[in-house]
């Protein structure tokens, strides 16, 4: 390719969900003429799904790796068999479990539905939480609690979710803890708020939610009428790479295009102006460019002279989200009536006591008793997740924690599913060392996060979950996206979002 056939308004690098929501916005409503490229063979990066998989070992674990630094830390038998028996080839699986937040009324949905698109997506009906031995819908819980822990829960979250976002903004850089704890001496309505962030945001430790992060998205998902306690959480039609492709559909449309297998190599930048970007085959010139890669390697890639000193030096506190998931298939739902999530507060040998840097929460749903599409009609197919920290200290590559997790995943179901065995089909546990680019704790996140306009080079935006936004994950990486579109356009592409998720 010559540097003459490329005429584009915007070059984004990365096919994750931040990359592809800007790209369908600005192709559909602005009429850009928008080109994506993209390192790996597959879009979605982070949204990556095996599907009716029969394909070869390596291919799968290099897969687990590139998109979310992965790897295989069990299965229920060798999994080079379990890979020959094509194992896998009747389920749709993800790299780990995510859950849709919102569910249909979500950030993703809203924008799919501005770009004129149906993301069709099943909303979880409840959430249980583990206690007294035995499972209790959350919004019940609190029938155990005193006449003095409900009066407080409720003066709690009134002010909560009466807080406009920039009163809450004021909370970021505060541990939720501390701020539950000047506004309450009620342990039960501390925990519950900190088991509902811990499962938000993916951490055991409290010390590490913002309250700022978390007063937002409590109140976000209470104008989106949805609730924790009897829903808020979701699955898209068919897995998760369904969603990177209707927005990639979007592009590709619109006069965009998607190239994949095309690792950018550097940024074509001239006098702190960007003008394309180089890869392979060549130089490939743009209006502008939208980075999409997670922020560490966004900062190697681009180079360090190009990004503010202050900014630099808050980056080596930057840490992704780490964690325990994986996927357990049984000859049948374990309930099969209940569409709905589980938490339950501490695994078995997991303690903070333990040596973990809090009190490990494991959560799992069945996703086969919502999307019959993901597993043979009758059988449960679940994600679980338990949280680890990456970083200060490195969990995720503690072999005696891991262990312990595992082990107190299956203690726990073979103690309150005495039929486990006789129902399990196969299961994989997998280490994720990036679920989240940059963990929501205090100090890095919303303004502090990177600019989705670059400050020093013009021409230069970000995009996706690390940039400023509030919110994580998937949500998070959508409302990068529109401010990134906003930032690109100069107009205020928040409009497209309800108020409460702008
Ligand atoms: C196992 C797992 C479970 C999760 N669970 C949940 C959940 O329950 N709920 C939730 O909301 N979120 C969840 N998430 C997080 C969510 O998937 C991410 O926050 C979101 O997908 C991030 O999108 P992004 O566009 O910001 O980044 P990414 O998906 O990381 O996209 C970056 C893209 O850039 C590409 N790239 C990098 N370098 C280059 C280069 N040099 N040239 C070209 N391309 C390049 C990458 O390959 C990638 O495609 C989970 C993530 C994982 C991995």
């Known amino acids: 390719m010559n540097s003459s056939d490329n005429n584009y308004d915007a070059i984004i690098i990365g096919a994750g969900l931040g990359g592809l929501i800007t790209g369908a916005i600005l192709a559909k409503l602005e009429g850009m003429k928008v080109l994506v490229l993209e390192k790996e063979e597959t879009i979605g990066g982070k949204l990556f799904t095996f599907e009716h998989y029969e394909g070869d070992e390596k291919t799968f674990l290099k897969k687990l790796y590139t998109h979310s630094r992965s790897r295989l830390v069990d299965s229920s038998s060798d999994f080079s068999e379990m890979i020959e028996n094509k194992t896998f080839s009747k389920y749709i699986i993800e790299g780990g479990w995510h859950s849709f937040i919102n569910s249909d009324r979500s950030r993703q949905s809203f924008i799919a539905q501005a770009l004129g698109e149906n993301l069709k997506v099943f909303g979880n009906e409840g959430f249980r939480l583990y206690g007294e031995d035995k499972w209790e819908e959350l919004r019940y819980l609190q029938r155990n609690w005193t006449k003095e822990d409900f009066q407080e829960g409720k ?6 979710n009466l807080m406009s976002k920039e009163e809450a903004e004021e909370y970021d850089n505060i541990d939720l803890e501390s701020f539950l704890r000047s506004r309450t001496t009620s342990q039960n309505v501390i925990n519950f708020h900190l088991w509902l962030a811990g499962w938000e945001v993916g951490t055991n430790n409290p010390k590490n939610i913002s309250a700022g992060e978390h007063i937002k998205v409590i109140s976000m998902v209470h104008c989106a009428g949805k609730d924790f306690t009897n829903g808020g959480g979701g699955q898209p039609l068919g897995g998760h790479l369904e969603v990177a492709r209707l927005f990639a559909k979007v592009i590709e449309e619109n006069g965009g295009t998607i190239r994949v297998s095309t690792p950018v190599e550097e940024l074509v930048i001239e006098n702190y102006q960007a003008k394309g970007v180089k890869t392979a085959d060549g130089i490939i010139k743009a209006s502008k460019v939208i980075c999409n890669v997670p922020m560490w390697r966004a900062i190697n890639l681009i180079g360090k002279e190009y990004f503010p000193d202050e ?136 303004n502090l996060r990177m600019p989705t306009k670059s400050p020093l080079v013009k021409n230069l935006f970000f995009t996706g979950d690390g940039t400023q936004q509030w919110s994580f994950g998937q949500s998070g990486a959508a409302g990068g996206a529109v401010n990134c579109a906003s930032a690109v356009t100069g107009k205020d592409c928040s409009v497209i979002l309800p108020f409460f998720m702008r």
């Not at 003066?155 to 909560?160: G, I, K, P």
């Not at 938490?343 to 494991?362: E, Q, R, Y």
């Not at 069945?366 to 597993?375: E, G, L, M, N």
């Not at 679940?382 to 262990?403: S, Y």
């Open 155 to 160: 003066v709690v979250s009134r002010e909560m």
């Open 311 to 446: 900014f630099l030096k808050r980056s080596e506190d930057m840490e992704p989200c780490g964690g325990i998931l994986g996927w357990i298939s049984t000859k049948r739902p374990l309930d099969p009536d209940y569409r709905g999530l589980y938490i339950l507060p501490v695994l078995p040998g997991c303690k903070k006591s333990d040596g973990f840097t809090g009190d490990v929460l494991f959560s799992f749903e069945d996703v086969a008793t919502y999307d019959k599409s993901r597993a043979p009609e009758g059988e449960g197919l679940m994600p679980i997740w338990a949280a680890m920290d990456i970083k200060n200290p490195d969990e995720i590559h503690n072999k005696e924690l891991i262990d312990k997790i595992v082990k107190g995943v299956f203690t726990f179901m073979r103690k309150e599913y005495p039929d486990f065995d006789e129902l399990l089909n196969w299961y994989i546990v997998t280490a994720c060392e990036e679920l989240y680019s940059i963990a929501s704790k205090p100090g890095m996140v919303g």
